[in-house]
C-alpha cells in the first residue's frame, strides 16, 4: 500500500455545502492541493450538474481525481482510494498538504478505515449472487431494509449495485455492513483534522433548490444533450449521476427536460440527508454551520491544530 504518512485535513459534508471553496481557501492558507473524494466529478464531461470547479476558479490550486474518467468507465471506492492514496503520497513527497474534499462518504470511508474483504468466490457466492440478482431491486432493498437498515438510509433507492453487495456482505458474513466496515484496518495513516460541513436543514433545503435551477439555467440540459449525441448511454456509469439520469431519460422520452426540475430537486434533499447521516459516524470531525459569520475561522482553526501548526 502507498506510504501517506503526514498531515492531511478532510473537508466532508453534504452537497451545496461549499466544500469545494473552501478546499481552496485552506490549500491557499496551507501550501495545500486538493484531492476529490467526489464519485461523480472524476467524469469528464459532467460538469454543471456535479458543481464542477472550472480550471479558472481553481486560483492556481492543484486538483487531483477530476477528470479522470469517461462517462462509460466504471468507478469504485477501491479504484478511488488507491488513487487518492497516490495523489496524497505525491502531495506529502512535495512537502505539501493534501486537502481532500468532496461528499462521497463511502470514499472517505474506504480511505479511513479500509475497505471490506469479503470473498465472494466459491459454490456458495455464487449461488447467492444468482439468487439476488433475480430481485427487483424494490424486493432487494426492502430485504437490506429489514436486515441492515443503516446501510439501506445510506443508498439511494435505484443503487442496485451497492445494494446488493450490501445484502452480499450481510449473507456471507452475517454481520451488517458497518460493522464489517469498523472491523478493517486503518487504510491511511491518519494525522489531521477532519471537517463536515453543515447548515440548518431548511437552509440547505432552499439552497439546493436555487442551485439546481442555476444548473439548468447554466447549460444542463444542453450539456446532457452533448453526452448523449457523443455516443453516451444514458446507462453509463457516469451518465447514472444525480440529475443527468433525470434528464437524458427525459430527452430520450421525447419530454421536455425542465419538468424534471422539482423531482432532481427533491432527490438531492434525499440525498443531502442520506449524507449527512453518513457522516454522524465520524465521531472525531468537528461539525461547523457555514451559515454562520465565523464559520472560516472556525474552519482554519480546526485545519491548524489538526496539523499542529
Not at 501550501?31 to 486560483?59: C, H, N, P, W
Not at 470511508?109 to 430481485?135: H, P, W
Not at 449525441?229 to 457516469?238: H, L, T, V
Amino acid at each position: 500500500m502507498t506510504d501517506t504518512r503526514g498531515n492531511a485535513v478532510a473537508i466532508m459534508g453534504a452537497t451545496a455545502t461549499g466544500k469545494s471553496n473552501v478546499a481552496i481557501q485552506l490549500a491557499e492558507m496551507f501550501g495545500g492541493e486538493v484531492v476529490s473524494m467526489d464519485s461523480r466529478q472524476v467524469y469528464r464531461g459532467l460538469d454543471i450538474g456535479t458543481a464542477k470547479v472550472s480550471a479558472s476558479k481553481r486560483r492556481g490550486i492543484s486538483h487531483h481525481l477530476i477528470d479522470i474518467l469517461d462517462p462509460d468507465e466504471p468507478n469504485s471506492a477501491g479504484k478511488h482510494v488507491e488513487r487518492a492514496l497516490a495523489a496524497c503520497a505525491g502531495i506529502i513527497g512535495r512537502r505539501r498538504v493534501p486537502i481532500l474534499a468532496g461528499g462521497t462518504g463511502l470514499y472517505f470511508r474506504a480511505l479511513f478505515y479500509g475497505l471490506i474483504d469479503v470473498a465472494v468466490d466459491g459454490e456458495k457466492a455464487a449461488n447467492l449472487r444468482k439468487t439476488l440478482s433475480e430481485k427487483t431491486t424494490k424486493a432487494l432493498r426492502a430485504e437490506l431494509k429489514a436486515l441492515d437498515p443503516t446501510r439501506a438510509d445510506e443508498l439511494h433507492e435505484s443503487d442496485r449495485l451497492r445494494i446488493l453487495r450490501a445484502l452480499e456482505i450481510f449473507h456471507l458474513t452475517g454481520k451488517p455492513y458497518s460493522e464489517n466496515v469498523r472491523s478493517q484496518v486503518n487504510a491511511l495513516p491518519w494525522a489531521g483534522s477532519k471537517i463536515v460541513l453543515t447548515m440548518p436543514r431548511d437552509r440547505l433545503r432552499a439552497r439546493i433548490a436555487e442551485r439546481t435551477r442555476e444548473m439548468f439555467e447554466a447549460g444542463w440540459v444542453n450539456e446532457v444533450r452533448g453526452l448523449l449525441r457523443a455516443g453516451r448511454k444514458k446507462d453509463a456509469a457516469g451518465m447514472l449521476s444525480l440529475g443527468y439520469r433525470e434528464i437524458a431519460a427525459a430527452l430520450e422520452g421525447g419530454g421536455d427536460p425542465s419538468t424534471c426540475i422539482d423531482t432532481i430537486i427533491t432527490q438531492t434533499r434525499k440525498y443531502a440527508k442520506r449524507q449527512e447521516t453518513f457522516f454522524r459516524s465520524e465521531s472525531d470531525a468537528v461539525w461547523i454551520d457555514v451559515t454562520e459569520s465565523n464559520f472560516m475561522d472556525r474552519v482554519v482553526s480546526s485545519a491548524r491544530g489538526g496539523l499542529g501548526l
